[in-house]
């Protein structure tokens, strides 16, 4: 009986180790829609948390006073409180945040891992003013390995609304990925404020052989133990 457990829980073990990748099938942008910290009721800056921002970017309620977006303007459907924006009195913003894949890198240089870049970008009226989401994909020097854009979402594509549209890109993860790059530019052309918008921002990563979910593995677990007490029963029974 002993000798069974023991076969049981090391192949547990090993489908823990080797088949649970938490990077895997869930997004990896940290605060991707502005819902971490409070957001601006008049398009003034704030802090945005888990960004590393440059220039004015901030991060403003809907329905804000002066113009932004309501939650009836063209949007998310589950828009929550708050968007990103480029901010006031600057023509160019950003924010951005890095991404450590460096523990799934053996999957990932199999040339077997792909990823999902969404999110809704739009600006305001028939203002040019946009924003651009990229992810560029580094090696363990940093060097540049491959990118991914979505944006801009124009005026035109907005009919002259003030409102976000919802743009994505997909494709490989390069081999050699040790971190993700991620950056929101926000670009004003047109008027005083920066009114590149972006909100539900996502990065999904996604392996081309399916990964047993936690819960999956831990159920395995537990059959695999129910298992081995009911063979072990089984034989005390007939005395064998």
Do not use: C
Not at 76 to 100: H, M
Not at 224 to 230: E, I
Request: net charge negative.
């Amino acid at each position: 009986m002993f000798t069974m457990l023991k076969s049981l829980s090391a192949a547990f073990i090993l489908l823990s180790a080797s088949g649970v990748q938490a990077a895997f099938n869930t997004n990896l942008i940290v605060n991707p829609g502005a819902e971490l910290g409070a957001g601006s009721p008049n398009g003034s800056v704030v802090a945005v948390p888990g960004w590393t921002t440059v220039g004015n970017f901030t991060a403003v309620n809907y329905g804000a006073s002066g113009g932004f977006p309501t939650t009836t303007d063209p949007g998310p459907p589950d828009r929550g409180l708050n968007f990103f924006a480029g901010g006031p009195s600057n023509a160019s913003s950003s924010a951005s945040q890095i991404i450590n894949e460096s523990a799934d890198a053996s999957l990932i240089d199999t040339g077997g891992v792909t990823f999902s870049l969404s999110g809704y970008l739009g600006g305001f009226a028939n203002q040019r003013d946009n924003a651009v989401l990229t992810a560029s994909f580094l090696s363990s020097s940093d060097a540049t390995l491959g990118s991914a854009s979505i944006g801009p979402v124009t005026e035109v594509d907005r009919n002259n609304l003030t409102g976000l549209l919802l743009r994505s890109t997909s494709g490989a993860v390069p081999i050699g990925t040790r971190t993700i790059n991620l950056n929101l530019q926000m670009t004003r052309l047109d008027g005083d404020y920066n009114d590149g918008y972006a909100d539900n921002l996502s990065l999904i990563l996604q392996a081309a052989q399916a990964v047993p979910e936690p819960a999956s593995v831990v159920m395995l677990g537990l059959g695999l133990t129910a298992v081995a007490v009911h063979i072990f029963r089984r034989r005390a029974i007939s005395g064998r």
